[in-house]
């Protein structure tokens, strides 16, 4: 029986069947609340289901495990992340608004600006006299970012057509680009992730009949992280409830809202949830998990957020300047290194290992120097990424993963181009035809060398799958084999093959945890829980953590080192308006409030810039505070 304090139990057992805003601060036990909401929501009810919708796979994955002992669970619980529920409804529902089946997500920015570029090829337009920067190429990459950048921004604020008119006024071709990179990405089978949440929220908006598919299953809907929705994620909650489904609830912390940049604000959580759902309000302000040195900063970022509890340990709060990055570098490798050093603290649950501690950066560009010092102590040490997958570096690793897109996708004209690329091959094809990897595979068998068979091999083999079923184990254990053989041959690089077999190893982990996951049989689904980030790896790898602040967002480790406090990195130099500024200030208390027990923040007195000089710096405005 996990235990609740009067303010958790108050919203665990609260009365069903109607909306709930829960704003809850950094370790108050916003997960537990959420998990245990939901499972008296089982508890309490014979069949009604919950969708629970998080913001990544993680968060899903930790309250799916939380929830797995309750009878029935898998039958009356959908939780997963909202882009991930957005999507099971296109792929089920697309073809009542008009989409083709089995649409391929573009999840990679390259893959969009490439799809961009061609759409303006294609309505005969000189793309650098369009973009009005003449032969400058760094000119054509900014000026390319910039129309993804607002594609992006019409998609997440779901902007009207005459919405889009008024917007770009002073662009007055925008809307027929727009239009134009749309059927783009249409004509060639696929969407990119922002179009994941338009048409599933196009769907249920416009064929109700959908929705009351998923409602006559699921009477409640709980979403956490709701201080980071944008616009089209609220609508996506607001239309599968459809004044339908009153037991909503929304779990947030306005004080953790980091990802603007997306379109995300806490109106959504505290003004437009209030309006539409008149929701019963509860505040949990109690941190569970922090000393109380953590406490005491975070309440100086944020005053009055932080409740800390009397039996908390005292903790550590530490402020270091240093002369430069160099020199702070240095600093934190000592300290890690004195840690270690202590083997056992009593405010430290078990022994203070690497695995207890992270460096959080506002931006991945801090890092240069703390890497290299890192290297020359020999700190063992990995750069915390993001949920999607890392693209192949290995030959065979990018042929593996372009015929699978490419046997899914016969007119992904992009992927193919890059699969002929490399595979040394003309990419004068004919796309959109089934037979296109046999066809690739008989151009190969023409060059008549170990390589060139191989990758023939793999694409008949990939072009055989069965697309509901398919065998992916077999395959991953035939062409194991047939690159551990190659290893005998002195005219292979043994480097590349051990690439090679470790990436073929890496697919048929992504494989082994869809099935253990339920994601899916096919090929397809298969495919977009990989765009999706759901088949990302499992396990915490070795050594000291090095995390970006949105990275780190919803983890937490026993010591944490924040550096690099300085005006123009945290807070970032692009903040210039009010509401910029205080979502920097957000950064800076999700920053301090990872900390279980111990905190130490650093700042360089110069910082080498990237043209070469020097530059003295001044302290972050955050540290001012934090010293008051």
């Known amino acids: 029986m996990i235990k609740l304090s009067d303010k958790q139990a108050e919203v665990v057992y609260a009365p069903l069947n109607q909306g709930m805003q829960i704003l809850a601060s950094a370790g108050s036990g916003k997960t537990r609340v959420l998990t245990e909401r939901i499972r008296h929501i089982l508890a309490s009810t014979k069949k009604e289901g919950v969708i629970g919708l ?45 989409l083709p089946s089995e649409l391929h997500i573009y999840e990679r920015d390259e ?81 990119d992730f922002d179009d994941i949440l338009v048409f599933a929220h196009k769907i249920l908006i ?24 944008n616009k089209a994620q609220y609508e996506f909650v607001r239309a599968l409830a459809a004044g339908k489904i009153k037991s909503v609830m929304l779990v947030g912390d306005p ?48 005053p009055g957020s932080q409740l800390g509890m009397t039996a908390a340990l005292q903790g550590v709060s530490h402020i270091e300047a240093c002369e430069d990055e160099e020199a702070e570098a240095r600093w934190v490798c000592r300290k890690v290194s004195e840690l270690l050093s202590f083997g056992v603290h009593p405010e430290i649950e078990g022994p203070i290992t690497l695995e207890n501690m992270v460096v959080i950066g506002r931006n991945r560009f801090v890092f240069r120097a703390l890497e290299a010092e890192l290297k020359r102590c020999g700190i063992d040490y990995y750069m915390k990424r993001g949920e999607r997958l890392q693209l192949p570096t290995s030959v065979f690793g990018k042929i593996l993963d372009l015929a699978i897109r490419l046997k899914l996708n016969p007119k992904d004209w992009l992927d193919g181009g890059r699969l002929c690329d490399a595979l040394g091959i003309d990419k004068d094809q ?50 194991a084999g047939a690159l551990s053989s190659l290893v005998t041959s002195s005219a292979v690089e043994e480097a590349e093959v051990e690439r090679s077999l470790s990436e073929l190893e890496e697919f048929r982990g992504c494989w082994t945890t869809y099935k253990r996951k339920g994601l899916g049989e096919s090929l397809s689904a298969f495919r977009n829980s990989m765009a999706l980030g759901q088949l990302s790896e499992p396990y915490q790898k070795t050594g000291l953590t ?46 301090i409030t990872r900390a279980r027990r111990w905190v130490y923040v650093t700042y360089p007195g110069k910082r080498l810039m990237p043209w070469g000089d020097m530059k003295y710096q001044r302290r972050s405005r955050f540290v001012d505070e934090l010293l008051r």
């Open 546 to 591: 090095i995390s970006t602040v949105h990275t780190m967002k919803g983890l937490e480790k026993d010591i944490v080192f924040v550096l690099g406090l300085c005006e123009g990195v945290f807070p970032d130099y692009r903040a210039n308006t009010p509401e910029a500024v205080e979502e920097e200030r957000n950064n800076a208390f999700v920053a």
């Open 111 to 191: 893959d969009r600006k490439a799809v961009f570029i061609q759409s303006l090829l294609d309505d005969g337009l000189d793309v650098d006299e369009f973009l009005g920067i003449g032969s400058n190429p760094s000119s054509r990459a900014k000026e390319i970012q910039r129309y993804m950048e607002e594609f992006s921004f019409v998609k997440r604020s779901l902007l009207t057509e005459s919405e889009m008119i008024s917007r770009y006024s002073e662009t007055p071709a925008f809307l027929s680009i727009y239009r134009r990179y749309q059927e783009a990405l249409l004509e060639s089978g696929g969407i």
């Open 206 to 229: 416009e064929q109700a009949w959908c929705g009351d598919i998923y409602r006559a299953k699921y009477k409640h809907v709980c979403v956490d992280e709701a201080q980071d929705l």
């Open 255 to 302: 004080d953790q809202m980091i990802f603007g940049f997306n379109g995300s604000s806490k109106k959504f959580l505290c003004e437009n949830f209030i309006a539409d759902f008149s929701p019963v309000q509860y505040r949990l302000v109690e941190n569970y998990r922090s000393s109380m040195a953590v406490v005491a900063w975070a309440n100086k970022l944020r």
């Open 430 to 479: 004919a796309w959109g035809e089934i037979g296109i990897l046999s066809d690739l595979a008989m151009q190969l068998r023409a060059k008549n060398d170990l390589f060139s068979n191989l990758y023939a091999d793999l694409l008949l083999a990939i072009n055989e799958l069965d697309g509901e079923t398919p065998n992916i184990p077999k395959m991953c254990v035939v062409f």
């Open 54 to 98: 998080t913001f990544t796979n993680k968060a899903a994955d930790e309250m799916n495990s939380r929830l797995e002992d309750v009878p029935e669970y898998l039958d009356r619980c959908w939780i997963s992340t909202i882009h991930s529920v957005a999507q099971r409804i296109v792929d089920q529902y697309g073809h009542t608004i008009g």
